[in-house]
């Protein structure tokens, strides 16, 4: 294996089956899941692609109309394309529906008001993603054996990493209040000698779900996913990189190999050109040293935007055949 595998990408005998792209604005995470995604289907992996950019990039990458459910996109191949706004909006439907049955009618139009904010609260989208997440990861491996997951960029990506276990704790806090009030209930109904049986509390019932969901996504992430940081050589994304890098390690998430996206190529007809990779060798020196526990790809900038399957596939046959996870 290539210099110094990270040791920190241990999966035991679990395979790999989930692969998240993460970075800043435009190094090249969805042309780069996209490529991994075709490369594994070729494999003859039934392969699914998830993309939350709300550009429709990969709509255009593999000139396909895609909906925010898995559609046939090739051979061993899916795609779907997540709204992370109208995801955000159906998420919070789902708690007032929920909120209805528990809550009197008087309180309902401030609930409504509440939720309404709610949608535009700062981690309410994350949230709702993270659902969303959770609930495609079910999928794998009876539809799908690998989920390839085009992250948004690096900062929203990692807290939506660290989400599964505040949300679960928040979730197994909220799941114990609420037993508690149901049993203070069961007390007073039995003081009062009602017999009427108790509801069954759906309120509840969707909690524990959700946070059995969630146990489950983050103890999978741990065993059976690898995050792929991609970066270009320039200063900023190296301390970028090292940063996301650190953080991962707090969320137990496996760091795979490290894509280096968009190098130029030597060319020693122009002095911009020459004097661009003399300082990306210096950078790739840095690189090479700072993430010496991580396997590193190299990836060169084709001359022209990559868009298209043709142009794809050809990216896609530029990358090291390796297992897939390293
Ligand atoms: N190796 C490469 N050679 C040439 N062009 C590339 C390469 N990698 C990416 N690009 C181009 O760079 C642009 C940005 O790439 P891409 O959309 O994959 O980045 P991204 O990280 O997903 O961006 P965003 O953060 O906006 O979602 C695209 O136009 C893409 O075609
Ligand atoms: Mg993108």
Redesign the pocket.
């Known amino acids: 294996m290539a210099a110094g595998h990270g040791d920190d990408h241990a999966h035991g005998d679990l395979p790999t089956r989930f692969y998240l792209f993460g ?10 899941a996209a490529a991994n995604a075709l490369r594994l289907a070729a494999q003859g992996q039934r392969t699914l692609l998830v993309s939350t ?1 709300p ?1 429709h ?1 990969v709509s255009d990458l593999l000139e396909s109309k895609l909906t925010d459910e898995p559609t046939p996109a090739g051979d061993n191949l899916w795609a779907m394309e997540i709204d992370p706004q109208a995801d955000a909006e159906a998420y919070v439907a789902g708690i007032r529906e929920d909120a209805r049955t528990a809550v009197s009618k008087a309180v309902l139009p401030a609930l409504d008001r509440h939720l309404k904010l709610a949608v535009q609260a700062p981690g309410t989208a994350e949230s709702a993603l993270f659902d969303r997440f959770t609930h495609i990861m079910t999928w794998c491996p009876d539809r799908f054996d690998a989920v390839v997951f ?1 992250t948004a ?1 690096s900062g929203h990506t990692l807290r939506l990493l660290t989400l599964p276990s505040m949300l679960g704790a928040w979730v197994e806090g909220l799941a114990g209040q609420r037993q508690k009030v149901n049993k203070l209930q069961g007390m007073w109904r039995n003081m009062a000698g009602v017999q009427e049986p108790e509801r069954e509390d759906r309120v509840l019932a969707r909690l524990r779900q959700r946070a059995e969901r969630f146990a489950t996504a983050r103890q999978r992430l741990h065993g059976e996913a690898v995050f792929h940081p ?1 970066m270009l050589a320039e200063r900023l994304p190296i301390e970028e990189t090292a940063r996301v890098i650190e953080q991962l390690r707090d969320t137990h998430i496996p760091v795979g190999a490290i894509y280096v ?2 190098l130029w190529p030597a060319d020693t007809s122009s002095a911009f050109v020459t004097e661009r990779v003399a300082q990306q060798d210096e950078y790739l020196a840095e690189i090479h040293t700072r993430f010496a526990a991580h396997r590193r790809i190299e ?4 001359a ?4 298209g399957r043709d142009q794809l596939r050809a ?1 896609a046959a530029r990358l090291p055949s390796e297992p897939p996870g390293h």
């Open positions: 970075g800043k604005g435009g190094v090249g995470k969805t042309t780069l950019d550009a990039s085009d960029p991609v996206n968009r990836v060169a900038q084709s022209r935007d990559i868009v990216l």
